[in-house]
């Protein structure tokens, strides 16, 4: 069975610190990453996709890919309290749209 | 305003009574997907499609149909209901421009009792 692990928190962090959030998987053919971010009560929200080893910044988010370790992370650099969400990892394979979730970790920003 | 659409958005059913829960997207979008949510096992895909006509299982498909016969249209259908299919559902839609990166329905919370 292909796996997501993360870690479920709650990360707390406070305002302004950087929040790193992680994420290991199992299938070694799986090449595509993303980061999805869901409030409470609402729907994924896709916030950055990765597709090869090293990092990817967009603003205040840069994912990370270590294929060899199959490790994918999120770092949130001046975190704020509109940042406390549940961040989920997901993995897919190559050439396919079947995608495996991990359960997500809730984030929690201190103001 | 491009969004995909889910209806009804929440319902409560008793096991055996087909029901649909539709899907739709103005976005013009090649692939649409079904998800299911529970706590503590996350996200997992139903059904996946393609384009019109082109559907496939994702990680568990058992006690739900899909069909593809326009593009914007992706109905989740559950013939004969169960309470372990209690569960928030999601449809999700990505363009062929993009195609992994999906856009979420906002939910359709199902309980079947």
């Known amino acids: 069975q292909k796996e997501v692990e993360q870690n479920s928190g709650p990360l707390s962090v406070p305002e302004g610190a950087i929040a790193s959030l992680n994420c290991t998987y199992s299938?070694?053919?799986?090449?595509?990453f993303f980061w999805y971010r869901q409030y409470s009560g609402k729907s994924p929200e896709l916030i950055m996709s990765i597709y090869s080893n090293g990092d990817k910044e967009d603003g205040r988010f840069t994912a990370q890919l270590n294929k060899a370790s199959q490790y994918v992370s999120l770092l949130i650099r001046d975190s704020q309290p509109s940042d406390s969400a549940t961040y989920l990892c997901a993995v897919n394979g190559e050439r396919t749209y079947k995608y495996i979730f991990g359960t997500g970790t809730r984030l929690k920003v201190l103001a | 305003e491009a969004q995909v659409t889910q209806n009804p958005r929440y319902l409560i059913t008793v096991t055996g009574k087909k029901l649909t829960v539709t899907c739709s997207q103005n976005?013009?979008?090649?692939?649409m997907s079904w998800y299911r949510q529970d706590p503590g096992l996350g996200l997992r895909q139903i059904y996946y499609s393609m384009n019109v006509e082109v559907t496939d299982k994702g990680d568990v498909p058992e006690g739900y149909k899909v069909s593809r016969k326009e593009k914007r249209n992706f109905p989740l259908i559950l013939e004969s209901p169960s309470p372990n299919q209690t569960s928030l559902y999601f449809c999700?839609?990505?363009?062929?421009?993009?195609?992994?990166?999906?856009?979420f329905g906002p939910g359709t919370r199902l309980t079947v009792t």
């Open positions: 299938d070694r053919g799986s090449q595509s």
């Open positions: 999700a839609s990505s363009p062929s421009t993009s195609p992994y990166e999906q856009y």
């Open positions: 976005m013009n979008h090649e692939y």
